[in-house]
């Protein structure tokens, strides 16, 4: 600590002052009686500076993945981080239960006064979409055009520059591409899965024939351990998932995809419990930016029914679907499609098991 640091104030640390005079109704400035707009106010510039708070995170993360070494101690650091805006999207989604204490009419006393604001305008919150990795052929148009188009040309270049720049997940894919245990001279992990997950189908198949009450049950159950064949195929044929890739079904680079899946299937590998974490983490922020637009969506529709959003969008529709639209790691979550039982796992050689555990 160093020392010779004048003293100073909470308020002055603060900025009280300044942070309180920042809430200024348009209802006071043309005499209109709206108590609720106050709240209105506070909520969101409150989300704005929670928006702050994650943007330093992620940048921080990012700026980790960014070399082309992640240590370990760094990967600690970045789970953390990932952590924090979790904890702090949980704060977001509550908080809407604090402005829906403000009903349609109030809303009404001031909503004319808004025109053509637009929570749409957020600059930070399309920051964050586009660092985290939100593709722009996924964004939905905003009244027939381009989201960046309804904001200030300084802030549109910042929105532009953020989806140019490598979002992160590029950069964990890109980390996740480079794992190290995924093929060696004692384990090759896409053979040894591709044979158990084959070895599993095979025992369904003839417990079906086994036990099957009719012919019909049978030919249904078959015929459903042919469509899991089919989809096991996709991510164990490079060429084919390359192909799925390319029409959109998966994002992940293959080698990006089967690292993830090894991470997930061997998590209790003391090496990998980071790394399981660290997916954990992107998919827990994948949800709540989905759950709250969600709770947005529903939030918007009870204000304002079926009117168009004072920055003339469609509203409530328009938010409720860019929930699944705007989703940015959905193959984590489709990860779960190909875990395959404990007791089915292929044993990790000696070799690797040893390097997994931290040991030389």
């Known amino acids: 600590m160093k020392k010779n640091v004048p003293p100073i104030s909470y308020g002055d640390y603060l900025q009280t002052a300044g942070l309180l005079n920042l809430q200024r109704p348009r209802s006071d400035e043309f005499n209109v009686k709206a108590h609720d707009e106050l709240l209105f106010i506070i909520v969101h510039q409150?989300?704005?500076?929670?928006?702050?708070?994650?943007?330093?995170?992620?940048?921080?993360?990012?700026?980790?993945?960014a070399?082309?070494?992640?240590?370990?101690?760094?990967?600690?650091?970045?789970?953390?981080?990932?952590?924090?805006?979790?904890?702090?999207?949980?704060?977001?989604?509550d908080q809407v239960s604090v402005l829906e204490t403000m009903t349609p009419l109030d809303f009404l006393?001031?909503?004319?006064?808004?025109?053509?604001?637009?929570?749409?305008?957020?600059?930070?919150?399309?920051?964050?979409?586009?660092?985290?990795?939100?593709?722009?052929?996924?964004?939905?148009?905003?009244?027939?055009?381009?989201?960046h188009a309804h904001v200030p040309p300084a802030e549109e270049q910042q929105m532009l520059q953020a989806e140019k720049d490598p979002s992160l997940f590029d950069r964990v894919d890109a980390w996740?591409?480079?794992?190290?245990?995924?093929?060696?001279?004692?384990?090759?992990?896409?053979?040894?899965?591709?044979?158990?997950?084959?070895?599993?189908?095979?025992?369904d198949k003839e417990t079906i024939i086994r036990f099957a009450k009719t012919n019909e049950d049978k030919e249904r159950n078959l015929k459903q351990?042919?469509?899991a064949e089919s989809t096991f195929a996709a991510i164990t044929d490079p060429a084919r998932y390359e192909e799925l890739r390319n029409a959109g079904t998966f994002r992940l680079s293959h080698s990006a995809l089967q690292?993830?899946?090894?991470?997930?299937?061997y998590r209790e590998q003391p090496l990998l419990s980071l790394p399981f974490q660290l997916l954990t983490k992107l998919q827990d922020i994948d949800e709540l930016m989905t759950t709250w637009r969600y709770r947005h969506a529903l939030m918007v529709h009870r204000m304002l029914g079926s009117k168009i959003g004072t920055g003339g969008s469609s509203g409530h529709q328009y938010l409720k679907a860019s929930t699944d639209q705007h989703r940015i790691f959905g193959d984590l979550f489709n990860l779960a499609t190909f875990l395959i039982p404990?007791?089915?796992?292929?044993?990790?050689?000696?070799?690797?098991?040893?390097?997994?555990?931290f040991q030389n």
């Not at 409150?46 to 993945?65: C, G, P, R």
């Not at 996740?176 to 025992?203: H, W």
């Not at 690292?259 to 299937?265: R, S, T």
């Open 109 to 147: 006393d001031f909503r004319d006064l808004l025109y053509p604001a637009s929570g749409f305008q957020s600059l930070q919150w399309r920051l964050i979409e586009n660092k985290l990795g939100l593709r722009s052929d996924r964004r939905l148009k905003y009244n027939s055009t381009p989201y």
């Open 259 to 265: 690292a993830a899946l090894l991470i997930l299937l």
């Open 176 to 203: 996740l591409a480079r794992a190290p245990f995924l093929s060696n001279k004692d384990f090759d992990f896409q053979a040894e899965y591709g044979k158990a997950v084959r070895t599993m189908l095979e025992n």
């Open 46 to 65: 409150t989300y704005e500076l929670w928006f702050k708070q994650i943007l330093h995170e992620l940048n921080s993360v990012m700026s980790l993945f």
């Open 225 to 227: 351990v042919a469509e």
């Open 67 to 93: 070399s082309d070494l992640v240590h370990e101690s760094d990967m600690g650091t970045a789970v953390a981080r990932l952590g924090r805006i979790v904890e702090i999207q949980r704060l977001l989604v």
């Open 342 to 357: 404990r007791s089915e796992l292929p044993p990790l050689p000696k070799s690797l098991s040893t390097k997994l555990s």
